[in-house]
Nanobody, 125 residues
C-alpha cells in the first residue's frame, strides 16, 4: 500500500516562499507521473505541476515561473518550491501519483492512483 504524506505548509506573507514536500511510503517506482494539486476555498481542485520519470515538467499557467516541481527518487520525495506567493495561492495542496502519464500529464484527476491528505498554505496580503 502506497501512502503519500505532505508537509511544509503554513502561513506566509505575499511575496514570500514556501517549499512543500511529499514523502511516499511503499513502492512507487511504477509511478510514471507525480503531481501537485490544490483546492482553494470555494473552488474545485486544480492541477498545479506535474513531473514524469525523466524529469520533464509542466505547470499551470497561474504558477508558471514562480513554482518549481522536483523529485528525489533516493528519498522517495516530491517537492514543490513556491516563490513570490500571492493571496490567490491560498489553498490545500495535495500530491498525487499516477502509474501512467497519458492522462495524468494533463491533470486528469481520475487517472491518479494515490493521493495525499493535503497541507494548508495560507498567503496573506
Amino acid at each position: 500500500q502506497v501512502q503519500l504524506v505532505e508537509s511544509g505548509g503554513g502561513s506566509v506573507q505575499a511575496g514570500e516562499s514556501v517549499r512543500l514536500s511529499c514523502t511516499a511510503s511503499g513502492y512507487i517506482a511504477s509511478s510514471s507521473c507525480m503531481s501537485w494539486f490544490r483546492r482553494a476555498p470555494g473552488k474545485e481542485r486544480e492541477g498545479v505541476a506535474v513531473i514524469d520519470k525523466d524529469g520533464r515538467t509542466r505547470y499551470a499557467d497561474s504558477v508558471k515561473g514562480r513554482f518549481t516541481i522536483s523529485q528525489d527518487n533516493t528519498k522517495n520525495t516530491l517537492y514543490l518550491q513556491m516563490n513570490t506567493l500571492k493571496p490567490d495561492d491560498t489553498a490545500v495542496y495535495s500530491c498525487a501519483a499516477a502509474r501512467s502519464c497519458a492522462s495524468a500529464w494533463w491533470f486528469v484527476q481520475g487517472s491518479y492512483n494515490y493521493w495525499g491528505q493535503g497541507t494548508q498554505v495560507t498567503v496573506s496580503s
